[in-house]
């Protein structure tokens, strides 16, 4: 299976600061039509994860413009632009380009 | 507004069953691949089995083939997942998840339930 490494794993941030959240696999997530077959969520405290990003750098239907992805081959990075209070959650990385998709352990955004 | 509820968790002791349900509504249901997913404390997210829209196609993690079943009926606007042979490793929120997008060979997940809580205990 692919493994999903994510750092860091806690992530203290002053709201209005930026942040950023590395995701790596284990093998290349470029698929030969150039996409990057990796999505990113956003599980805040007692609800269910949302998708934020998918296919590497493509914000979801609603996701504000501060959060964007980038990345290629192995290695991602999730950024948001300008944290607000409604960002603070657990972030996880999920590839989708093998079968099982896996997930990364997340990276828990707290407010400092 | 699209929604996903799923039910039929619980206590269950080791060596038990347990089928989960899942209602699906505020979309064209029956033109969805879905998923399973489950969250557990010591394990994260993973990611345990997809259907495809007309149910001709399944695919299923390692951890749980041969042991769960996913199945669907879309008369019902429903999903399910028969789960056999329970054990501990299996306690665990389980969420019903719709397939996102048309990219590999599961897609991605762009809908998920609130969860069920199957707790697998003597």
């Known amino acids: 299976d692919i493994v999903m490494t994510q750092s860091p794993l806690s992530l203290p941030v002053t709201p209005g600061e930026p942040a950023s959240i590395s995701c790596r696999s284990s093998?290349?997530?470029?698929?030969?039509?150039?996409?990057?077959?990796l999505n990113w969520y956003l599980q805040k405290p007692g609800q269910s994860p949302q998708l934020l990003i998918y296919l590497g750098s493509n914000r979801a239907s609603g996701v504000p413009d501060r959060f964007s992805g980038s990345g290629s081959g192995t290695d991602f990075t999730l950024e948001i632009s300008r944290v607000e209070a409604d960002d603070f959650g657990i972030y996880y990385c999920?590839?989708?380009?093998?079968?099982?998709?896996?997930f990364g352990p997340g990276t828990k955004l707290d407010i400092k | 507004e699209v929604q996903l509820m799923e039910s039929g968790g619980g206590l269950v002791h080791p060596g038990g069953s347990l089928r989960l349900s899942c209602a699906a509504s505020?979309?064209?249901?029956?033109?969805?691949?879905m998923n399973w997913v489950r969250q557990s404390p010591g394990k994260g997210l993973e990611w345990l089995s997809h259907?495809?829209?007309?149910?001709?196609?399944?695919y299923y993690a390692d951890s749980v083939k041969g042991r769960f079943t996913i199945s669907r009926d879309n008369a019902k606007n429903s999903l399910y997942l028969q789960m056999n042979s329970l054990s501990a490793e299996d306690t665990a929120i389980y969420y019903c998840?719709?397939?996102?997008?048309?990219?590999?060979?599961?897609?991605?997940?762009?809908?998920w339930g609130q969860g069920t809580m199957v707790t697998v205990s003597s």
């Open positions: 259907i495809s829209y007309t149910g001709d196609y399944t």
């Open positions: 093998q290349s997530l470029l698929h030969t039509n150039g996409h990057n077959y």
């Open positions: 998840a719709r397939r996102h997008g048309n990219y590999g060979p599961v897609g991605g997940i762009d809908i």
């Open positions: 999920m590839q989708v380009l093998f079968v099982p998709p896996t």
């Open positions: 505020g979309f064209s249901f029956s033109t969805y691949n």
